[in-house]
């Protein structure tokens, strides 16, 4: 079983800048492709980004590409999004991700089989 626990949420002005973190229990947490995803009201769960187990592979949505940046650090079991030039639009709570182990990083909500609970990012205008 994984656990794993958002960080970083908050209220920021639109051009403003973010870093959530993620940080997962257990011993395989290299071996484990890890995504964000999004949610905002109304609105279904969305793929954000994603990295693989080495951190060599990264993917991301194209409404936050060249904005948003996906990086780990295995020593820390933890998973970052960093988060710049937000956009109202952006606001939505932000979801980590992680896969079973040795599977590829993926844009499929469907592929992850463990959540966090979720970090509220509100950006006003």
């Known amino acids: 079983q994984v656990q794993l626990v958002e960080s970083g949420g908050g209220l920021v002005q639109a051009g403003g800048s973010l870093r959530l973190s993620c940080a997962a229990s257990?011993?395989?947490?290299?071996?484990?492709?890890m995504g964000w995803f999004r949610q905002a009201p109304g609105k279904e769960r969305e793929f954000v980004a994603t990295?693989?187990?080495?951190?060599?592979?990264?993917y991301y949505a194209d409404s936050v590409k060249g904005r948003f940046t996906i990086s780990r650090d295995n020593a820390k079991n933890t998973v970052y999004l960093q988060m710049n030039s937000l956009k109202p639009e952006d606001t939505a709570v932000y979801y980590c991700?992680?896969?079973?182990?040795?599977?590829?990083?993926?844009?499929?909500?469907?592929?992850?089989?463990?959540w966090g609970q979720g970090t509220q990012v509100t950006v006003s205008s």
């Open positions: 257990g011993r395989t947490f290299t071996s484990r492709a």
């Open positions: 991700a992680a896969r079973k182990t040795w599977y590829t990083a993926t844009y499929y909500l469907r592929d992850y089989d463990y």
């Open positions: 990295i693989s187990g080495s951190g060599d592979r990264t």
